[in-house]
């Protein structure tokens, strides 16, 4: 018997000095953040309130729950442009089961299964066919909100029972809401997910080296196929909350979703080309977008004006880190 | 024989007549001459529109601020005209064009010479124009009786009993067809998307091109801001609100590759033909407009599927080819 040597250990994640932490995207969004929020409260008497922060999160919530799924899927190397007319679908659905008398476990249910069909939908297209999923999703995302609009057509649906607008207007406990609570949520199991399991690990090899992944025994279009169907969860769970919010149904909801939550993922610094990214980069991004659209509504800034802030900010924090490196880089 | 069935064009060609045949037998009057010209009138603007997104997939990018592009220089032509009628409508265009070709050039500058994805550049430009648009209007709108008489009738004006606006569309047409065919360009942008990395090695400046290619797409999109405004005589912060896709599907349904690198001003042409007789047919054969939304979906779907088939068929054959040799 020959001695073999015994096995190196070889650490599971490199030690990181600290100053990789300080100079990382998420202190960045983290400055960006606290900026915002001190400017906020400097300039309106009533932001600094806890009923207006709590206003505030309605802001984010419900395009968080879907970014933090998108996150993984960009991540992966593909996207989903169809989230907001999934939403505008199952949304659909539930007023149709209202019409038809349904209750609210029954209601959830359907939102929340919609979600997942069409998600399966998509993820078919492109994991069995090959498809490129911008351009399947940009067909999907008509022919879901298309059908929302030939059922519906001009009309509205209203008349969800009572108890069902606790998912989009209750309160848990004091100022904290239930869609603040099941964003928290969201985030810890997204978080746990990509970044503490196997799945999370292949997801990440998928988005860098999609061949590479595949030889080395990752299933690559069974994961995919999993996250457009998570991405599809999320709208549908994202549909339950808008629809009790507004408490009503018309085609055209949730319009433009899916550019504020793909917006969401890229600031928070989630590479578009895939790979790279962290689910608490998108959480702070999603409280960032959140307090700059709120802070500029207590200004009486219009909607659309807010729109450029976002625009700009989304295309100022990924220019930043470019030029900063280009300066230090003395090119 | 075989090899002209290889165009793709050609079947999308048969596909559209497939669908006007179809539409006749519930409508007999919409193949007639004088409504086809009334089609291709109709779908002048979305087929500039699709031809100016073509070049810059075609590099492997993508312009999603366009409708964005054409609202606000929509509003900034009809304020001119509103506050100042004596403008002569050529001159309009003109500032059109430029107005347009400046947020081009800020799309093609942040892809350029900050290496920023332009998916990522057009979403924040595709908010950040339309917001301009609030922000120089104020939110106002321009009405048909602020606009001049010839601001509004310039494009409606025959000339050999086509409207101008008929015209403009086969110019364009002509000019986008010298470019791809007939230019250094044209083969810079075919080259870059199929093979970037060869490209840098032929000598053809990557970057520089993909600026370029954004400033034509700018420029289209203030072309189309005019003819749209005055087609339509409203000018607000609505306009072409989430047309950008209607955009990429005339080129998806066109056979224009996201991937880059395959398509033709053909396929640009007549994917936004598609798209514009049905929208035109289904008023006439009393189907509800609701339905216009879903069918066009399905059709990007269905071209996506077929072009993927053909594409992969092609790759097939080299690969043979090579175990051959």
């Known amino acids: ?331 | 024989m075989k090899a002209f069935l290889k165009y793709r064009e050609i079947w999308l060609l048969a596909a559209i007549a497939v669908l006007i045949g179809l539409i006749s037998t519930r409508f007999p009057g919409f193949a007639d001459p004088a409504n086809l010209r009334q089609v291709f009138n109709d779908t002048s603007i979305l087929m500039i529109l699709a031809l100016g997104q073509m070049v810059v997939i075609l590099t492997r990018s993508i312009d999603l601020s366009m409708a964005s592009n054409l609202c606000f220089t929509g509003m900034v032509v009809a304020m001119l005209n509103a506050a100042l009628p004596a403008i002569p409508i050529p001159l309009l265009i003109v500032v059109a064009l430029l107005v347009g070709l400046v947020l081009g050039a800020i799309n093609g500058f942040l892809v350029w010479r900050l290496n920023i994805p332009s998916i990522v550049v057009t979403l924040g430009t595709l908010t950040i124009y339309r917001g301009a648009t609030f922000v120089i209007s104020g939110g106002a709108w321009v009405n048909a009786d602020q606009m001049s008489p010839d601001f509004i009738g310039f494009q409606r004006a025959a000339f050999l009993g086509i409207p101008v606006l008929s015209w403009i569309a086969l110019l364009v047409i002509a000019l986008f067809f010298l470019l791809m065919t007939r230019t250094a360009l044209g083969r810079s942008i075919y080259a870059i998307g199929v093979n970037p990395t060869a490209s840098v090695y032929a000598g053809i400046d990557v970057g520089r091109t993909k600026f370029v290619v954004f400033c034509i797409s700018g420029m289209i999109g203030g072309l189309a801001g005019y003819l749209w405004i005055s087609r339509y005589v409203i000018a607000s912060v609505e306009v072409a609100n989430g047309y950008e896709l209607n955009i990429i599907a005339a080129c998806v349904i066109g056979g224009i590759s996201i991937a880059g690198g395959i398509g033709s001003v053909g396929g640009a042409v007549l994917g936004a033909l598609f798209l514009g007789i049905i929208s035109n047919a289904l008023p006439v054969i009393n189907i509800s407009p609701f339905w216009q939304m879903a069918i066009s979906g399905s059709a990007i779907i269905l071209a996506v599927v077929l072009n993927a088939r053909g594409e992969r068929r092609q790759g097939r054959i080299i690969l043979k080819k090579a175990e051959t040799a």
Not at chain 1, 273 to 296: D, Q
Request: net charge positive; aromatic share 10%.
């Open chain 1, 1 to 331: 018997m020959t001695d073999t040597p015994a096995p190196r250990h070889i650490p599971d994640r490199l030690d990181k000095p600290l100053s990789s932490a300080i100079f990382s995207w998420e202190a960045l969004l983290v400055v960006v953040a606290i900026a915002i929020f001190a400017i906020n409260s400097f300039a309106s008497p009533y932001f600094l309130d806890p009923w207006s922060l709590s206003d505030l999160t309605f802001n984010f919530t419900e395009k968080a729950l879907i970014a933090f799924a998108m996150a993984l899927l960009i991540i992966s190397g593909e996207i989903d442009l169809s989230v907001a007319a999934i939403i505008a679908l199952a949304s659909t659905m539930m007023g149709m089961a209202v019409q038809a008398g349904a209750g609210t476990p029954v209601l959830v249910a359907i939102g929340i299964l919609v979600g997942l069909g069409c998600g399966a939908f998509n993820g078919l297209l492109v994991t069995r066919l090959g498809l490129p999923s911008i351009v399947v999703t940009i067909g999907t995302m008509s022919l879901f909100r298309g059908i929302a609009f030939i059922i519906l057509g001009d009309q509205a649906y209203k008349g969800y029972p009572a108890s069902f607008a606790f998912f989009g207007q209750g309160y848990v406990w004091w100022v904290v809401s239930f869609e603040l609570v099941l964003f928290a949520v969201a985030a810890i199991i997204y978080w746990f997910v990509l970044h503490r399991t196997s799945f999370g690990r292949r997801v990440f090899a998928i988005g860098n080296n999609s061949i590479a992944a595949q030889f080395s025994g990752v299933r690559v279009d069974r994961i995919k196929f999993i996250l457009f169907c998570l991405t599809g969860l999320m709208s549908g769970i994202a549909s339950v909350l808008i629809t009790s919010r507004l408490g009503s149904t018309r085609p055209s909801i949730a319009q433009g979703y899916e550019l504020e939550a793909i917006t969401m993922v890229v600031l928070g610094g989630v590479s578009i080309l895939g790979g790279a990214g962290s689910i608490l980069g998108v959480v702070l991004a999603a409280f960032i977008m959140g307090l700059v659209t709120f802070g500029l509504g207590l200004l009486n800034v219009p909607g659309i004006v807010m729109s450029i802030f976002i625009g700009l900010l989304l295309i100022i924090v990924i220019a930043l880190p470019i030029l900063w490196r280009r300066l230090r880089g003395g090119r």
